[in-house]
Nanobody, 117 residues
Framework: QVQLVESGGGLVQAGGSLRLSCAAS????????MGWYRQAPGKQREFVASITSGGKTTYADSVKGRFTISRDNARYTRYLQMNSLKSEDTAVYYC???????????WGQGTQVTVST
């Protein structure tokens, strides 16, 4: 199993920045990719960004140019740097790891991001 702990959410004004962190522990050797997702009230959970073990990154069109996903392999932590935040970025943000040993992956507990106008 892999355990994920997210942090870094909070309240920020539109145009501001936040950095989310997702720290992994447990069977980290099995991780082959990690993604960030978000869910706004009344909406379905949606993909935000992902990074593979090889460092390839993918972004949703809505966050391209504003969000950056990165990793610190030594600390088994992935980050989501969010700049130029908009009110529509308000959501609970979840990290998810994709592993070789379990087809459904593992989710973090989520962290709230609220962007005020």
């Amino acid at each position: 199993q892999v355990q994920l702990v997210e942090s870094g959410g909070g309240l920020v004004q539109a145009g501001g920045s936040l950095r989310l962190s997702c720290a992994a522990s447990g069977s980290i050797f099995s991780i082959n990719a990690m993604g960030w997702y978000r869910q706004a009230p009344g909406k379905q959970r949606e993909f935000v960004a992902s990074i593979t073990s090889g460092g390839k990154t993918t972004y949703a069109d809505s966050v391209k140019g504003r969000f950056t996903i990165s990793r610190d392999n030594a600390r088994y932590t992935r980050y989501l740097q969010m700049n130029s935040l908009k009110s529509e970025d308000t959501a609970v943000y979840y990290c998810k790891v994709f592993v070789t040993t379990y087809p459904y992956g593992y989710w973090g507990q989520g962290t709230q991001v609220t962007v005020s106008t």
